[in-house]
């Protein structure tokens, strides 16, 4: 089903779907997750064996439309697309201002943009990374308190529950808090029966636990990336570097004869090969020497070694992402800039494609030069941002 949303997250989505054709959440397939408060398509599977698209009624729903449907034999899985483009409307911003706004993503087109995770990859209070640390920790109350705890950032129709839960009162906490939040009332729920903080946490399905742990994982890459940037080699080869190919996301090892052939150093300028960063985890490709030095004192500066990367996969039901490599440049794919005025106003739209698992936001940050979010996991459920 290819389904056009607003106001509302990825996994919210699939949970309406779920209870729509009556299957589990598992059997929701999707490439990704979607900005909640933006205007956007996504393709879903759903897992109904012997039956037809005609064996249900039609799926309602005032903040989503049905675009498509159609029968396929596979179920989509995370990283089954190629990249997403993305049309943001800048407001509050002086009509002549699209002419600085084109410059700069020319610039961008060309050089590419630092790969850095959006501020929604952190949540509404820029802790979801927290979360994600204390599930690898396995610190069951750890994880409740950053979920449930009084925040100063936390949204206004969620301080009364917090301030609840604070005081110990669960049952009202589960029910002062809003349902949107599904993953804090089903703890509070489960904390209101009685249950220890292990259990409740157990209440975190997979996906979510997973993008927690995927939030952690950020943090770190954001870091390691921001030394680079810092050091003005993000956008350069080391020895000692995997080197990341854009198209077939290979990696290899970077040597000093690599940095001696023109052939290599012109597919770095071109964007068709670059550096990449670690998101750490058990089978997480390891850079050589001193990058790998520097990346793993990025996550001993968390608190968090190896093992207990190891001791979070073979103790927990949730599964931890096994780590990858991401590249520290992307490139910013046919760029459009236009000026124009609609029923809110003037404003200035800004187009563009991004590989798969890149952030607009931090495209827009480069254009605007907006600075914002956590850089390290020092101090993230779903984005609410």
């Not at 039956?51 to 989509?76: A, I, Y």
């Not at 509050?92 to 929604?120: E, H, I, M, W, Y």
């Amino acid at each position: 089903m290819y389904i056009e949303k607003r106001g509302m997250s990825t996994l919210q989505l699939r949970d309406i779907l779920a209870r729509h054709f009556k299957v589990h959440r598992r059997s929701i397939g999707h490439a990704g997750l979607k900005d909640k408060y933006a205007i956007t398509q996504q393709t879903f599977s759903i897992h109904t064996p012997g039956k037809t698209p005609e064996d249900f009624p039609s799926l309602q729903h005032d903040k989503l439309t049905v675009q498509w449907v159609d029968l396929h034999t596979n179920k989509l899985k995370r990283g089954h697309l190629a990249g997403n483009r993305f049309s943001i409307r800048v407001r509050d911003v002086s009509p002549t201002a699209v002419l600085q706004a084109n410059k700069s993503l020319q610039q961008l087109n060309k050089q590419g943009v630092p790969n850095r995770f959006g501020p929604q990859r952190f949540g509404l209070i820029q802790n979801n990374h927290e979360v994600g640390r204390a599930i690898i920790m396995g610190n069951p109350q750890l994880v409740i308190d950053l979920l449930c705890a009084p925040h100063d950032l936390a949204p206004a129709n969620q301080r009364d529950a917090r301030e609840l839960y604070a005081a110990g009162n669960f049952l009202a906490a589960r029910d002062a808090m809003p349902k949107v939040f599904k993953i804090e009332r089903r703890i509070l729920a489960q904390l209101a029966q009685g249950a220890e903080p292990a259990k409740a946490v157990a209440a975190i399905d997979e996906t979510a636990a997973g993008f927690y742990i995927s939030a952690y994982q950020s943090a770190i890459f954001n870091q390691i990336l921001n030394d680079r940037v810092e050091s003005g080699t993000h956008d350069q080869l080391l020895v000692g570097d995997q080197a990341f190919i854009l198209n077939s996301r290979r990696l290899f090892p970077v040597e000093q004869l690599d940095l001696e052939n023109s052939e290599t150093m012109d597919r770095l300028k071109s964007g068709e090969i670059c550096a990449s960063g670690p998101m750490w985890g058990t089978t997480m490709c390891r850079a050589a020497g001193e990058i790998d030095a520097n990346e793993l004192q990025a996550l001993a500066n968390t608190g968090v070694s190896i093992k207990d990367l190891e001791s979070c996969e073979s103790r927990d039901r949730f599964p931890m992402i096994g780590g990858d490599r991401r590249p520290l440049r992307i490139p910013v794919i046919d760029p459009e800039v236009e000026g124009g005025v609609d029923e809110h106003g003037a404003y200035i739209r800004c187009a563009f494609e991004l590989p798969r698992g890149s952030f607009a936001t931090t495209v827009m940050d480069e254009i605007m030069k907006v600075a914002h979010g956590p850089t390290s996991s020092e101090g993230e459920q779903e984005n609410d941002q």
